[in-house]
């Protein structure tokens, strides 16, 4: 994995796991998911997609689902509420 705690984020993206706040951090070479005290890192070649959940926008917020592989190669799936304009953002940060 990549070394995120000796680098500064490119962009911090705020997004909410149901009722916790938690963000996506954006570095050179993956990103970096916190939720809470729990960080996890993804390199950016293993994110398989980010999309719109669909539903509308609720509160300016829309559903998201990221879609992964962690480092054993099971795909995992994080279903997080954010704004529109920041995942547009955060699609061209990661080239997804």
Known sequence: MFNYE???PLRDYLVYFGSTL???SVYDDG???????KHIPVRTN???ALSRAGGDAILGKVTV????????????VLEVRMRENDLA???SDIGR
């Open 65 to 76: 689902e990221l879609s992964y592989f962690d480092m054993f190669g099971n795909r995992e």
């Open 31 to 37: 990103v970096v998911i916190q939720t809470g005290k």
């Open 22 to 24: 938690g963000k996506i």
């Open 6 to 8: 000796k680098e500064k």
């Open 89 to 91: 953002a955060l699609k």
């Open 46 to 48: 293993y994110v398989e």
